[in-house]
């Protein structure tokens, strides 16, 4: 790895720090400084626009996760049993670094969204985020042959429907650590997976007369 490139890599794990703890709003190339122990202007060298420093880190985030959702395609098992495998990915939202993932890639939805300032290098956060659609399609498309799931269903589109409710879903339980009911406190890693049971259940074939 180049000096650049591990300079880059500092900066964008400094960032993802900041963002984590203070929110995209009001974190500063100061504080991305501080945080990598480098000067403001070594910060501004790599990363011109605070703007273009939020994408690189979202971008970052995204080609991180790529890899265990490729993981989870050329595992052995059928589409069902993949699928599932892809929603436990979603529901791991008590390990720390995964729950900071999900909720910066919440927040900067909604950043982006209200951004009063063109978002340059956007594109490259839309190529990030549809290559982990394809590799999910592929295992979608795997229902076709090995019928692991109801063929009563538009299942392509379905799927691929409650995979992106889902990962939204699990992303918005992110920002609670917990929802408390009355005197019940429901966490959302227990929510996410009484969610992910009936996604599931619905999805799993019927058994006819004749498996009985």
Same mark, same amino acid.
């Given at each position: ?58 971008? %970052? ?7 265990? +959702? !490729?993981?989870? *395609?050329?595992?052995?098992? $059928?589409? &069902? ?64 042959? %090995? ?7 538009? +299942? !392509?589109?379905? *799927?691929?429907?409650?995979? $992106?409710? &889902? ?46």
């Amino acid at each position: 790895m180049t000096y650049k490139k591990r300079r880059s890599n500092n900066i964008l794990q400094a960032a993802f720090t900041v963002f984590s703890q203070k929110g995209f709003e009001w974190s500063t190339m100061q504080d991305v400084a501080d945080e990598a122990g480098l000067g403001v202007a070594t910060i501004f060298r790599y990363f011109p626009k605070k703007n273009k420093l939020i994408i690189a880190v979202m971008v %970052d985030i995204l080609e991180d996760r790529l890899p265990k +959702f !490729e993981r989870i *395609l050329a595992s052995e098992g $059928n589409c &069902f049993q993949k699928f599932e495998m892809l929603l436990n990915h979603y529901v791991k939202i008590s390990d720390q670094e995964e729950l900071d993932s999900m909720k910066l890639l919440e927040a900067f939805e909604i950043y982006a969204a209200f951004s009063q300032e063109h978002m340059e290098n956007i594109a490259n956060y839309h190529k990030a985020y549809a290559n982990i659609v394809i590799v999910i399609s592929e295992i979608i498309k795997e229902g076709k042959e %090995d019928q692991s799931i109801r063929q009563d269903l538009s +299942f !392509e589109e379905t *799927l691929l429907a409650i995979s $992106n409710v &889902f990962g939204i879903y699990t992303r918005k339980l992110s920002f609670f650590e917990s929802v408390k009911l009355g005197n019940l406190v429901t966490l959302p890693s227990q929510q996410a997976n009484i969610v992910k049971n009936i996604f599931l259940d619905y999805i799993k074939p019927k058994k006819t007369t004749q498996d009985n």
